[in-house]
């Protein structure tokens, strides 16, 4: 080495040293150096960030970041560029002597105060210390300038302090956002979402809310007006409601297109777009002008995973007019919230057109079935098994739930309809809430616990709110049905006090509308962490995230669940976050595994052509011999709907989507014939189940684990069960209600019925005892 380098080399090394002294606090503040190109890259939304980095951030309200999200980067233990620089001029390092030095480093409670004001709290510094002794007691060589930091404080010329600057210079390659963490919280600041949409805030719209019940009117009056304008766009929650819209419009003379993730329709045969749009609301354009807006259901503004959408649609469409209809108890909310946009909101208010009564007794058997009747269930296992029950009467039933195709779902409805059908009893979910138009006479709960996830993600189960209640209760008696006044009961005698009281109760007020990060935000957050996951990025995010007291976060477990999933997967960021926000089920084994192969297929730049997705789901397909036939045959109809929902964001990767719909066509025809026999398939599944077991229920679950007893809220305790001698901790009935395969309700019904049988067969012993100790008696005699 010539002598010029190495004093060159000291030199540097030596006003390296003496310029970066944890005891001069203007170092400490140079430090924290800029993300290279950070300013470039945000434009003009960031303008200052330099100024406010360098000192503490002037927010109060940022709350500090949940730090557990940070995932530290590995950095590899190669060769310093200065080689053996710093060995050549002092001397070799003992191993030994570093760790010591190190673990002394780790302790001093000043070190770790310094860093908690750049942002290493205790969790990230014991991270950060792991790290730091492992690169430095594993790299053959160090840098020079730490080698003779080392050396001198082994020699006494240094002081532990003055590792501290390199200990930081480690922890930000590790933890890269310590260096951005004012950036992020720009990024991630959510508190005033009108600003997102400057076409709507650059003209002055019109907002009436039409408010009522169900089964008003109010949706009816702002199709008028929709129909009656020169363009108008419909959001609405449901793709049944969105065809029905379309074929409406349509049907009056007023050209309409359809909008659904899935489904492009529209009436010009040359593809000109119509001036009027059914859409799903997630699917609505807040670009396009329209001179009327109708946005349905807006009470689902406060969804915990689907708010975002009615959130969006609200501040940013662009039209003259915003037709918003929904429950009252929004009506203050949307109120307020228009307030911050500076528009007007005028409320028409709506009183229900026909009448429905609850009554004062129950139902409590199936005997008591009449026409017109529609019990509600909240689980599909209890839907097989009264529609079972049903058929043993000699009656015909219709059904209808969620994880059936629109089309099944009409053909159900129609046959009930149908006053020339001898069906006349619908058992249901509560998926006849929304989109299909039924002529119910009475409503029967068979339970009032339902399942939900809560903010948590959790599953649990919980007794239906009064909207819920009042959702599916106002069904009966509709003014376009044969019935001109509805009922309303319980199945069971003991949930017809609590249903009343629940309906007596008024609707909670809405307080919170949803967000959700865009692509756009995940994007600058990557910009900045290029090394995080999507699921880790998107954890940041939230943690970050700054919202006001009107909004909330939406829950994104099924999207880090996808993320998740397809990690592995070689996909750009906006690739893998559209992929991620793909509407699943991630209940289904064979959906999550199409997923998996839909996204594999995609990153080797492989389309998806349809011969592919024909052999994918062993195409062509037979009808159902039993549940479990149909309820794959459901999941492969979501396979489909997927694979449209990707042609419409990938359309060369995914080419064949009108060979896709055909076949989607027919095996909804297919299982229609599934379900119109369904009670065959029932009976079919419990002859081939094995004893002991339950032919009904789902053997493989992905997603959230079952519900714990922890997380059951309103269900009774096991000494309020009612039967006496139960160890329901340990009985099969108590396993199916923790995993929400049975409701409490359900096993209530079930162990009364046991009883009664034990109870019969105990008198049918005791009548044959009886008839034979007479007979002994007579022989006795003669």
């Given at each position: 080495m010539s002598i010029n380098r190495c004093m060159l080399l000291f030199?540097?090394?030596?006003?390296?040293?003496?310029?970066?002294s944890v005891r001069n606090t203007n170092a400490l503040v140079d430090s924290r150096c800029v993300h290279s190109g950070s300013i470039t890259f945000l434009k003009g939304s960031l303008s200052g960030s330099v100024s406010t980095r360098q000192g503490v951030s002037s927010n109060s309200s940022s709350r500090p970041p949940d730090t557990s999200l940070f995932v530290p980067l590995s950095i590899k233990s190669d060769v310093g560029s200065d080689g053996a620089v710093g060995a050549e001029l002092t001397q070799p390092l003992d191993k030994n002597e570093l760790l010591k030095m190190l673990n002394k480093f780790y302790k001093?409670?000043?070190?770790?105060?310094?860093?908690?004001?750049?942002?290493?709290?205790?969790?990230?510094?014991?991270?950060?210390?792991?790290?730091?002794?492992?690169?430095?007691?594993?790299?053959?060589?160090l840098s020079a300038d730490l080698h003779i930091i080392f050396?001198?404080?082994?020699?006494?010329?240094?002081?532990?302090?003055?590792?501290y600057p390199y200990f930081m210079r480690h922890a930000k390659q590790i933890f890269p956002m310590l260096d951005c963490m004012e950036d992020l919280r720009k990024i991630s600041d959510l508190r005033v979402p009108a600003n997102w949409y400057p076409e709507a805030r650059a003209?002055?719209?019109?907002?009436?809310?039409?408010?009522?019940?169900?089964?008003?009117?109010?949706?009816?009056?702002?199709?008028?007006?929709?129909?009656?304008?020169?363009?108008?766009?419909y959001c609405g929650p449901l793709k049944l409601l969105a065809h029905e819209i379309f074929e409406k419009s349509n049907n009056a003379g007023v050209p309409c297109d359809l909008v659904t993730g899935e489904e492009r329709t529209f009436v010009d045969e040359e593809g000109r777009q119509a001036e009027h749009v059914a859409c799903t609301i997630e699917m609505c354009s807040v670009t396009t002008p329209y001179e009327v807006a109708v946005i349905d259901e807006i009470q689902m503004i406060r969804d915990i995973s689907r708010g975002w959408a009615w959130t969006r649609a609200l501040l940013g469409l662009c039209a003259e007019e915003i037709h918003v209809c929904g429950e009252p108890a929004a009506i203050n909310f949307v109120t307020e919230l228009m307030y911050t946009t500076g528009e007007e909101v005028e409320v028409r208010n709506y009183k229900r057109l026909t009448p429905f009564s609850i009554l004062d007794h129950a139902v409590e058997s199936l005997d008591n079935l009449r026409p017109g009747d529609c019990i509600v269930c909240f689980s599909k296992n209890d839907i097989y098994s009264i529609s079972r029950q049903i058929e043993i009467r000699g009656l015909e039933c219709a059904v209808i739930y969620g994880s059936l195709p629109p089309g099944t779902k009409l053909s159900q409805?129609?046959?009930?309809?149908?006053?020339?059908?001898?069906?006349?009893?619908?058992?249901?979910?509560?998926?006849?809430g929304m989109g299909l138009n039924l002529s119910i006479k009475r409503i029967i709960f068979n339970s009032l616990v339902k399942p939900n996830i809560n903010e948590k993600g959790e599953k649990e189960l919980d007794t239906i709110s009064t909207s819920q209640a009042l959702q599916i209760a106002g069904r009966a008696g509709r003014f376009s049905s044969i019935f001109k006044e509805g009922e309303v009961t319980t199945m069971h005698r003991d949930d017809l006090p609590i249903l009343k009281e629940i309906l007596s109760r008024n609707v909670d007020a809405i307080e919170t509308a949803g967000l959700h990060p865009t692509a756009e935000q995940i994007e600058m957050f990557a910009y900045h962490l290029p090394d995080a996951t999507l699921s880790n990025l998107i954890d940041i995010f939230v943690s970050l995230s700054q919202v006001d007291g009107m909004y909330f976060v939406c829950n994104i477990d099924d999207f880090k669940f996808l993320a998740d999933m397809i990690q592995h997967i070689p996909l750009n960021l906006r690739s893998r976050y559209v992929f991620c926000t793909a509407p699943i089920n991630k209940k289904q084994p064979f959906v999550c595994t199409s997923f998996l192969k839909f996204a594999r297929q995609f990153s080797r730049d492989e389309p998806l052509t349809f011969d592919w997705v024909c052999r994918h789901v062993s195409w062509p397909l037979v009808p159902p011999k039993n549940i479990k036939d149909l309820v794959h045959l459901e999941a492969v109809h979501d396979v489909l709907d997927l694979y449209l929902w990707l042609s419409y964001r990938f359309m060369d990767?995914?080419?064949?989507?009108?060979?896709?719909?055909?076949?989607?066509?027919?095996?909804?025809s297919i299982i229609q014939v599934g379900v119109r026999n369904i009670t065959r398939l029932i009976r079919a599944t419990e002859t081939n189940a094995p004893p002991g077991t339950n032919p009904l229920s789902n053997q493989r679950r992905l997603g959230p684990s079952p519900v714990s007893p922890r997380r059951v809220r309103g269900a009774p305790k096991a000494q309020d069960s009612g039967v006496e001698g139960w160890q329901l901790d340990k009985s099969l009935g108590s396993r199916l209600v923790q995993e929400g395969l049975l409701t409490p309700d359900l096993l209530r019904q079930l162990q009364k019925e046991w009883s009664k049988v034990h109870r019969q067969e105990e008198e049918g012993v005791k009548l044959v005892a009886g008839n034979n100790k007479t007979k002994g008696n007579k022989k006795k005699k003669k």
């Open positions: 030199s540097r090394v030596q006003h390296r040293i003496c310029g970066i001093r409670k000043e070190m770790q105060k310094i860093a908690a004001d750049q942002g290493l709290d205790a969790r990230l510094f014991h991270q950060a210390f792991i790290s730091f002794r492992k690169y430095v007691l594993e790299i053959s060589m050396n001198d404080i082994c020699c006494g010329a240094g002081h532990i302090d003055d590792l003209i002055q719209r019109k907002v009436i809310f039409h408010a009522g019940p169900t089964n008003s009117g109010k949706t009816h009056h702002a199709i008028q007006r929709y129909l009656a304008a020169k363009s108008g766009v409805a129609k046959k009930f309809n149908d006053p020339e059908d001898p069906c006349k009893i619908l058992v249901a979910t509560d998926a006849i990767m995914f080419p064949d989507a009108n060979h896709v719909r055909e076949i989607q066509k027919e095996l909804d």
